[in-house]
């Protein structure tokens, strides 16, 4: 069995920086990638940034610049570092977790992340 935790959201001015974690743990052996996706009410989940096991990383347009993410393979942990956030940044925020040995897809359950004007 695997668990995926997130943690890190809340409220925070426009402007403003969050780090969201993400730690993965049971039978998760080793991991290939792993990502955060958010959702907005109303929208569907989209990617926001991922992180491959040597370290290479893709970001949606939206958030380049202002966003970064990392990982820390020892502790099968992800991170999202979220600086200067925008309204349009409000969404729940969501990782996934991609099992190398057989591809296998695991999510958290979310964490909220809320910017206000």
């Known amino acids: 069995q695997v668990q995926v935790v997130e943690s890190g959201g809340g409220l925070v001015q426009a402007g403003g920086s969050l780090r969201l974690s993400c730690a993965a743990s049971?039978?998760?052996?080793?991991?290939?990638?792993m990502g955060w996706y958010r959702q907005a009410p109303g929208k569907q989940r989209e990617l926001v940034a991922t992180?491959?096991?040597?370290?290479?990383?893709n970001y949606a347009d939206s958030v380049k610049g202002r966003f970064t993410i990392s990982r820390d393979n020892a502790k099968n942990t992800v991170y999202l570092q979220m600086n200067s956030l925008k309204p349009e940044d409000t969404a729940g925020y969501y990782c996934?977790?991609?099992?190398?040995?057989?591809?296998?897809?695991?999510w958290g359950q979310g964490t909220q992340v809320t910017v206000s004007t």
């Open positions: 996934k977790v991609v099992r190398r040995y057989d591809r296998g897809e695991f």
């Open positions: 049971g039978t998760i052996f080793s991991i290939n990638a």
């Open positions: 992180v491959t096991s040597d370290s290479s990383t």
